[in-house]
T-cell receptor, first 109, second 113 residues
Framework: GQNIDQPTEMTATEGAIVQINCTYQ??????LFWYQQHAGEAPTFLSY??LDGLEEKGRFSSFLSRSKGYSYLLLKELQMKDSASYLC??????????WGAGTKLIIKP | TAGITQAPTSQILAAGRSMTLRCTQD?????MYWYRQDLGLGLRLIHY???????GKGEVPDGYSVSRANTDDFPLTLASAVPSQTSVYFC????????????FGPGTRLTVL
């Protein structure tokens, strides 16, 4: 079967750094996405990785290791507005997205 | 531009009734998708359309139907609603299939009693 695993919830402090992990087992791999979803709102795109390594985009970075079936999203200089759920999704061999259940990130002042 | 819109925002529906959830995008995207999101579960794909005139089944298609008569609109119909279809429904679109990011509508919260 296909499986995406993420921690259910994480807590971090404003101004700090947090790493949200995602491990996957899917039928094929054509890339991995990270989306942000604030409570009661729609998901919005953060990043896409298809090759191994780190992609940096401002305060957010995303890392991929295809051999390990592993990715992480790194958020630096945390702000209160970063409180949200972070969704990991893998594009499988049929080019359909398989979604993790999401990680709820709570930022404390 | 409006991007992608959904209607209604929320709805309470009696079991056994039918309902159509509307989705419209103005980005001229080829691909469109319907997902449901339930607490503790990831987004699950119901149906998709890679281009106008074509549709396909996703992970959880039973009890739902779609049509794609033109590029902009992708309605989702529940023929005879059941309580297990209580969920938040998101419509999304992307320029192409595969590696293109998906843009999501604001969602429809549906309660079936």
């Amino acid at each position: 079967g296909q499986n995406i695993d993420q921690p259910t919830e994480m807590t971090a402090t404003e101004g700090a750094i947090v790493q949200i992990n995602c491990t996957y087992q899917t039928s094929g791999f054509n890339g991995l996405f990270w989306y942000q979803q604030h409570a009661g709102e729609a998901p919005t795109f953060l990043s896409y990785n298809v090759l191994d390594g780190l992609e940096e985009k401002g305060r957010f970075s995303s890392f991929l290791s295809r051999s390990k079936g592993y990715s992480y999203l790194l958020l630096k200089e945390l702000q209160m507005k970063d409180s949200a759920s972070y969704l990991c999704a893998v594009l499988d061999s049929n080019y359909q997205l398989i979604w993790g259940a999401g990680t709820k990130l709570i930022i404390k002042p | 531009t409006a991007g992608i819109t959904q209607a209604p925002t929320s709805q309470i529906l009696a079991a056994g009734r039918s309902m159509t959830l509307r989705c419209t995008q103005d980005m001229r995207h080829n691909a469109m998708y319907w997902y449901r999101q339930d607490l503790g579960l990831g987004l699950r794909l119901i149906h998709y359309s890679n281009t106008a005139g074509t549709t396909g089944k996703g992970e959880v298609p039973d009890g739902y139907s779609v049509s794609r008569a033109n590029t902009d609109d992708f309605p989702l119909t529940l023929a005879s609603a059941v309580p297990s279809q209580t969920s938040v429904y998101f419509c999304a679109s992307s320029e192409g299939t595969g590696q293109n990011e998906q843009f999501f509508g604001p969602g429809t919260r549906l309660t079936v009693l």
